[in-house]
């Protein structure tokens, strides 16, 4: 599964070396995705890379290579209508389990669904209990849902990125007020700012970790966080 940005990526260069048989340069690329930074462009390469569906040519400049596209997109590609259309179709993903790794996806469309608060973009300084607003629905499929209170929050910032968490994203929180180490919360930190991250336990500790290098662990004690929630799912929209 591909993260919203890297299947934007993908089909523009694509589409590219079918209409032309040169791939873009990344300048092209960094404007076609509205990115601030040619850095980003490498990252969402690599990821792309790594996961198998381009290939860096050796010895040739702006060489790439499209091994295989998603699997939702018909092989080989279709001309540059088709696939601005399939861009463009809403084509909502559910992800569960492991982030990182091989990110499991299931539609949306079908099935029983059940609603839960959207609560806003979860942002530093705001509690979430000052966000709660029960006038604001989303649909979650209820194979999502085990027993317990849930809400809903869209992510801002690009922290957890690595985890395959981007900005924009919606987050399927399950209200809780404590987690194991190692998952991913909610969580608030000296009563004023929540935060999006990876909760490990260090002694009497507790680490607040990011998964984006660019960021830092924050570690704070026992008695300035408060965990509000832990993430069960994912939704996205391409």
């Known amino acids: 599964m591909l993260t919203r940005k890297q299947f934007e ?46 290939r860096r040519l050796a010895h040739r400049a702006r060489a790439l290579e499209v091994v295989r596209l998603p699997e939702e997109t018909a092989v080989p590609a279709r001309p540059r209508a088709a696939v601005a ?26 099935g029983e669904a059940m609603q839960v608060p959207l609560y806003g ?28 209170e849930y809400y809903a929050l869209e992510v801002a910032g690009d922290s957890m990125v ?13 209200r809780c007020d404590t987690a194991e180490s190692g998952a991913i919360v909610v969580a608030l930190v000296d009563n004023n700012e929540v935060t999006l991250k990876r909760l490990r336990r260090r002694g009497d500790s507790i680490a ?3 998964a984006n290098k660019s960021y830092e662990t924050r570690i704070f004690g026992p008695d300035r966080v408060h965990v509000q929630g832990k993430l069960v799912g994912l939704m996205r929209r391409y």
Do not use: Y
Request: no cysteine; aromatic share 4%.
């Open 9 to 54: 990526l993908l089909m523009f260069i694509n589409r590219r070396l079918t209409e032309s048989g040169v791939s873009p340069s990344f300048e092209e690329m960094k404007e076609a995705l509205s990115l601030k930074s040619k850095s980003g462009i490498h990252r969402l390469i690599t990821g792309l890379e790594e996961r198998g569906f381009i």
């Open 85 to 110: 259309g399939d861009r463009n179709r809403f084509s909502p993903t559910v992800i569960q389990g492991d982030f990182k790794s091989a990110l499991a996806g299931a539609a949306l469309g079908g």
């Open 121 to 148: 973009r979860i942002a530093a300084g705001t509690p979430i209990e000052a966000l709660r607003d029960h006038s604001n629905l989303i649909n979650v499929p209820a194979a999502m849902l085990g027993s317990g």
């Open 162 to 174: 690595d985890a395959g968490i981007v900005d924009g994203d919606t987050v399927l929180i399950q």
């Open 208 to 210: 607040l970790e990011p």
